[in-house]
């Protein structure tokens, strides 16, 4: 499969985007149900959002789609000094376990959960 520049470009912002929640933020997702539980149905917002409201979704990678939305979310952020356990924390995590998990796929929603961290 030919990776375009777009999924180069996004995955590598995702991955920036991973190191900046950090060791810390990840650590705390593995060891904290309720918190998993929210990045869980933050993931399925996400997933929901861009599914029916970006038309032609479905012909797009998903690490592309997810990227931009990110993008999007800490350009439009009224705290730029968020954590991994803020509201947009959370939803970030949510959009970087998404883009694993779908990466140049495009993006379904036949994926009944998060994969778990371990």
């Given at each position: 499969m030919r990776v375009t520049w777009r999924e180069k470009n996004a995955r590598q912002?995702?991955?920036?985007?991973s190191d900046r929640i950090g060791v810390a933020g990840w650590a705390a997702l593995a060891i904290t149900p309720a918190l998993a539980a929210e990045v869980d149905?933050?993931?399925a917002a996400v997933r929901d959002i861009?599914?029916?409201g970006?038309?032609?979704a479905g012909t797009v990678g998903a690490v592309v789609l997810l990227a931009a939305y990110g993008?999007?979310?800490l350009d439009n952020a009224l705290d730029p000094d968020w954590t991994p356990?803020?509201?947009l924390g959370v939803r970030l995590m949510a959009v970087c376990q998404l883009a694993h998990l779908h990466d140049a796929k495009p993006?379904?929603?036949d994926v009944p959960a998060l994969p778990k961290l371990t």
């Open positions: 912002w995702i991955s920036e985007l149905q933050h993931g861009l599914l029916l970006v038309e032609g993008r999007g979310l356990t803020s509201w993006l379904t929603d």
